[in-house]
C-alpha cells in the first residue's frame, strides 16, 4: 500500500458522540410518550360511535394508525443509522435530531387527520 491510499484515521470527536447520545434518548423518550397518546386516542373512537354523531370512522382509524406505527418505524430507521455514523466517527447528530422532527411532524399529521374525522360541538 502507498502513503496516498490510506486515509488516517479521525479523531473522534467528544460533543457529537455526547449530543447524538442524548438525542437518541429523547427520541426514543418521544417514541413511548407518542404510543401512550396514540393508545388513548382509541377513546374518540368510541365517542363517534356512542354519540352517534356524524364521524367518519375511516378517517379517525387512519389517523390513530398514523400516530401509533409512522413515529416508531422513524426511530427503527434513524436510530439504528445514527449510532452507525457515531462508531464510523462521521457527523451523526443530525440524523436524531432529523428522526425527532421527522417523528413530531407524523405525530402531528396523524393527529390533524384523527380530530378532522371528529365534528366539533
Not at 407518542?34 to 370512522?57: N, R
Amino acid at each position: 500500500m502507498t502513503a496516498t491510499s490510506m486515509r488516517p484515521i479521525q479523531p473522534p470527536r467528544t460533543w457529537d458522540f455526547l449530543l447524538t447520545g442524548f438525542l437518541v434518548f429523547i427520541e426514543l423518550l418521544l417514541v413511548v410518550v407518542f404510543l401512550i397518546s396514540a393508545v388513548t386516542f382509541a377513546a374518540l373512537s368510541q365517542e363517534c360511535a356512542a354519540e352517534a354523531v356524524q364521524c367518519s370512522a375511516a378517517r379517525v382509524q387512519f389517523g390513530q394508525q398514523i400516530c401509533t406505527f409512522v413515529p416508531p418505524l422513524i426511530a427503527v430507521v434513524t436510530v439504528p443509522w445514527a449510532i452507525t455514523r457515531v462508531l464510523r466517527r462521521k457527523l451523526a447528530f443530525w440524523m436524531a435530531l432529523a428522526g425527532i422532527v421527522l417523528m413530531t411532524l407524523a405525530f402531528l399529521a396523524g393527529r390533524l387527520l384523527l380530530d378532522s374525522g371528529i365534528p366539533s360541538a
